[in-house]
């Protein structure tokens, strides 16, 4: 009997450090880098600012476009992210993050990939004022699809400005996050009043590799991380942030 119950313990111990290794490798310390240097920056009050555009809580309203049929379904289901990194920004930045327990559904069909793209846009402008854009941050739960995924800005001084956020072939939720554009002094050198950007859209495109499919995607916490206007010695953010 002895025997019996220290071979159990042991088994519960090893499925233990099994299910550890596993989170560690599903959120790995690369993410979690990432997403400290992210929160740590936006707590630099004085030179810089977080804006979350939308925590897709169902107030936003979005168009939708296709360029060959039609959507199935765009709504905001009770489904959000269930992960340590989505729990760190909540508890890490509560004026700005609150679990409301909604995303944003999207729903369609693919049938020629290599053609179709998706794109969604908000009825109303969102403006992105205070500061120089720097770093976005989004959440998306995608299922292995093959394609990309962009979100799209627009200024009168520099016109149409594309994120790469990148590839969408991964299983469930994940931080994605890359920097704006640009950071060249240019964009310093113009008058802040003009320097309003706002989101446009964001926008999905497959590739030939995509077989066509049911396209199930939601998305969350979009993010822009702003260096401020106000200047100081040493203000402009460096190219080294280090993190892609």
């Given at each position: 009997?002895?025997?019996?119950?220290?071979?159990?313990?042991?088994?519960e111990?090893?499925s233990?450090?099994?299910?550890?290794?596993f989170?560690i490798?599903?959120?790995?310390?690369?993410?979690?880098s990432?997403?400290?240097k992210?929160?740590?920056?936006?707590?630099e009050?004085k030179?810089?600012?977080?804006?979350c555009?939308?925590?897709?809580d169902?107030e936003?309203?979005?168009?939708?476009?296709?360029n060959v049929?039609?959507?199935?379904?765009?709504?905001f289901?009770?489904?959000?992210?269930?992960?340590p990194?989505?729990?760190k920004?909540?508890?890490e930045?509560?004026?700005i993050?609150?679990?409301d327990?909604?995303?944003?559904?999207?729903?369609?069909y693919?049938n020629?990939p290599?053609r179709?793209k998706?794109s969604?846009?908000?009825?109303?402008?969102?403006?992105?004022?205070?500061g120089y854009?720097?770093r976005?941050?989004l959440?998306?739960?995608?299922d292995?699809?093959?394609?990309?995924?962009?979100i799209?800005f627009?200024?009168?001084?520099?016109?149409v400005?594309?994120?790469?956020?990148?590839?969408?072939?991964?299983?469930g939720?994940?931080?994605?996050?890359?920097?704006?554009?640009?950071l060249?002094?240019?964009?310093r050198?113009k008058?802040p009043?003009?320097?309003?950007?706002?989101?446009?859209s964001?926008n999905?495109?497959?590739?030939?590799?995509?077989a066509?499919?049911?396209i199930?995607?939601?998305?969350?916490?979009l993010?822009?991380l702003l260096?401020k206007?106000?200047?100081?010695?040493?203000s402009?953010?460096?190219?080294?942030?280090?993190?892609k």
């Amino acid at each position: 009997m002895f025997c019996f119950k220290y071979r159990n313990r042991h088994l519960e111990f090893n499925s233990l450090l099994l299910l550890l290794f596993f989170s560690i490798s599903i959120f790995g310390q690369d993410d979690l880098s990432q997403v400290d240097k992210f929160i740590s920056t936006a707590k630099e009050t004085k030179k810089f600012d977080l804006v979350c555009l939308d925590n897709f809580d169902g107030e936003t309203i979005y168009k939708y476009f296709r360029n060959v049929s039609h959507l199935q379904n765009l709504s905001f289901p009770e489904k959000i992210p269930s992960s340590p990194i989505f729990e760190k920004e909540t508890v890490e930045l509560p004026e700005i993050y609150t679990k409301d327990g909604k995303s944003l559904l999207i729903e369609t069909y693919i049938n020629n990939p290599a053609r179709e793209k998706i794109s969604i846009e908000p009825q109303f402008s969102k403006y992105v004022e205070g500061g120089y854009p720097f770093r976005v941050s989004l959440w998306v739960h995608s299922d292995y699809y093959r394609g990309n995924l962009t979100i799209q800005f627009k200024n009168s001084v520099f016109g149409v400005q594309k994120v790469n956020m990148g590839s969408l072939d991964f299983s469930g939720w994940k931080r994605m996050e890359k920097e704006f554009p640009f950071l060249e002094k240019k964009i310093r050198d113009k008058t802040p009043q003009k320097e309003k950007f706002y989101f446009s859209s964001i926008n999905i495109e497959f590739n030939k590799n995509q077989a066509p499919a049911q396209i199930i995607i939601y998305l969350d916490r979009l993010s822009v991380l702003l260096e401020k206007f106000t200047e100081y010695p040493g203000s402009e953010v460096k190219d080294s942030w280090g993190l892609k």
